[in-house]
């Protein structure tokens, strides 16, 4: 079972990654209409975003760990909690300080707000490697505004896909064990 899950896993990602790959071309393709300079764009532009979501996941990870952690005590708890050693019930005891909780909740603003930086970063490399590959400031700006915007449709239908194939696979999964 837990080859089978890896295995799908991995099926899912890197089907993820052939259609960014094939919408990047695709949307560079039809601003720039020069097959070289889309292929150039659709390698180089995912390649960069990996490095830099890699970084920005990392800076949000140091910005919440901050806030949550202030002490030895508190990490060592989060630690546990996170582990599902602690019991629910100490899981949402507070301290007597801003009612720190270590189910560790994050608002809806902090949520927002991630999303936001990274849908500016995607935007600036995506700007960047465009314009470094073109020189063209006007075909950057298109491709900055617009892949991200394809990108987002074709991620949501891809998950939908991938939903289905799941649900199927786990509706076949127990018809066959109550068999």
């Not at 094939?22 to 960069?48: K, N």
């Not at 970063?121 to 700007?127: D, E, I, L, Y």
């Not at 505004?145 to 509706?171: C, G, M, N, S, Y």
């Amino acid at each position: 079972m837990l080859i089978s899950t890896a295995r799908r896993l991995a099926l899912k990602i890197a089907s993820y990654g052939v259609m960014h790959l094939v919408v990047a071309i695709l949307v560079a393709f039809a601003i720039t209409r020069d097959w070289r300079l889309a292929l150039a764009v659709g390698v180089v532009e995912p390649f960069f975003q990996t490095i830099a979501y890699s970084i920005h996941d990392r800076v949000w990870h140091r910005i919440e760990r901050r806030r949550t952690l202030s002490g030895l005590e508190e990490a060592s708890e989060a630690f546990t909690a996170r582990l599902q050693i602690m019991v629910p019930e100490e899981q949402t005891r507070a301290h007597g300080h801003h009612g720190h909780s270590h189910a560790l909740p994050r608002s809806l603003s902090q949520i927002a707000l991630k999303s936001v930086t990274y849908g500016v970063m995607h935007f600036v490399v995506a700007v960047t490697v465009a314009f470094a590959l073109t020189r063209d400031w006007r075909v950057s700006l298109a491709i900055g505004i617009i892949e991200p915007l394809v990108q987002t449709v074709f991620f949501t239908l891809h998950d939908r896909i991938w939903t289905r194939i799941e649900a199927r696979k786990a509706k076949r999964a127990a018809e066959m064990a109550s068999a």
